[in-house]
């Protein structure tokens, strides 16, 4: 049941919506679960979490722009300067604040969507290595 709460939390943590998956990760490690096995389980639902923010923009950010929730000069700004650093800004995706909206607007730019996976993935995976090395530290 810890895994799937995890993978729920880590899901949902990578999401626009706010919230974090570092602290479950944290203890879960310390009540001696695979360790591997929780990095994996939290870089996938974060990874897929992140892949939905991928798809509102690409298939739902027409309408935010009818609704206004999205301007089309800042949607068009975004897509350019996604344009110009998008693929490199993915790696980025980890960081609290920015992260999501770079995944958004990756889907508003239509970027690939198998590159989009490979280098959120990547940073994801990063990201909860550096905390697992973060906690080997620690104890």
Do not use: C
């Not at 049941?1 to 879960?28: C, D, N, Q, R, V």
């Not at 089309?72 to 980025?92: C, D, I, V």
Request: net charge positive.
């Amino acid at each position: 049941m810890e895994l799937l709460s995890l993978l729920g939390i880590s899901f949902a943590s990578a999401t626009l919506l706010p919230g974090g998956s570092e602290a479950f990760l944290l203890y879960l490690l310390n009540e001696s679960f695979n360790p591997y096995l929780l990095l994996a389980i939290a870089t996938l639902g974060n990874t897929l979490g992140s892949f939905v923010n991928y798809l509102l923009g690409k298939y739902a950010s027409h309408i935010a722009l009818e609704k206004g929730y999205i301007k089309a000069k800042h949607q068009h700004k975004a897509t350019l300067l996604f344009e110009r650093y998008g693929m490199w800004s993915l790696l980025f995706s980890w960081l609290p604040i920015l992260g999501d909206p770079l995944t958004f607007v990756a889907g508003i730019a239509r970027f690939e969507w198998w590159k989009f996976l490979l280098l959120v993935s990547m940073a994801k995976g990063a990201r909860y290595l550096f905390i697992y090395a973060g906690f080997l530290a620690l104890i």
